[in-house]
């Protein structure tokens, strides 16, 4: 797929799966709290055979609401799946964390240390914090600054056509 096709299709599959629009054969938007304490937690949303689980352990603070949305595209071929604080920047320090899909491989993924406010445009993460597989987004030890608000994950069927 070229560069220009794969942004454009980011870009449709961000706003849909923000908006809820009825081009996505479905989409849906759920709320988790992300807890302090050190504890590894995990929250997974599953549609239409493709699941996104974000596994984490932060410290600080209290419980933040946060939000998992994932969308299907119409031929069912393209998964979306967004963890993102609606708040904007969080306060509790992530000492690791993990985006995985199945049924699919990530064609496109971006995470940001703090979200727009304001008018403020995102900041993404420095590269070096973190890395990406076919099905998973990854924290790097010893180079991820902690600071996590919001992650997105593109991702393509595994499946063959019949």
Known sequence: M??????LL???LL?????GSAALESASTQEFDVRPGGEVHSFSQSKGGYTC?????AQGGTNEQWQMSTGISEDKHVFSCS???PQGKSYLFFTQF???????KIEYSEAYSQAAAGGQKD?????EEYEVSETAVTH????FRSQLCKLVMVARSTRSEL
């Not at 790097?140 to 180079?143: A, D, I, L, N, R």
């Open 98 to 104: 993990k985006a995985d899909v199945q049924g699919a």
């Open 123 to 127: 900041i993404a993460l420095n590269r």
């Open 83 to 85: 963890i993102w604080r």
């Open 2 to 7: 070229a560069a220009l096709e794969l942004w």
């Open 53 to 57: 689980t974000f596994t984490y352990a």
């Open 140 to 143: 790097k030890p010893g180079v």
């Open 15 to 19: 706003a849909l799966s923000f908006s």
């Open 10 to 12: 980011v870009g449709v």
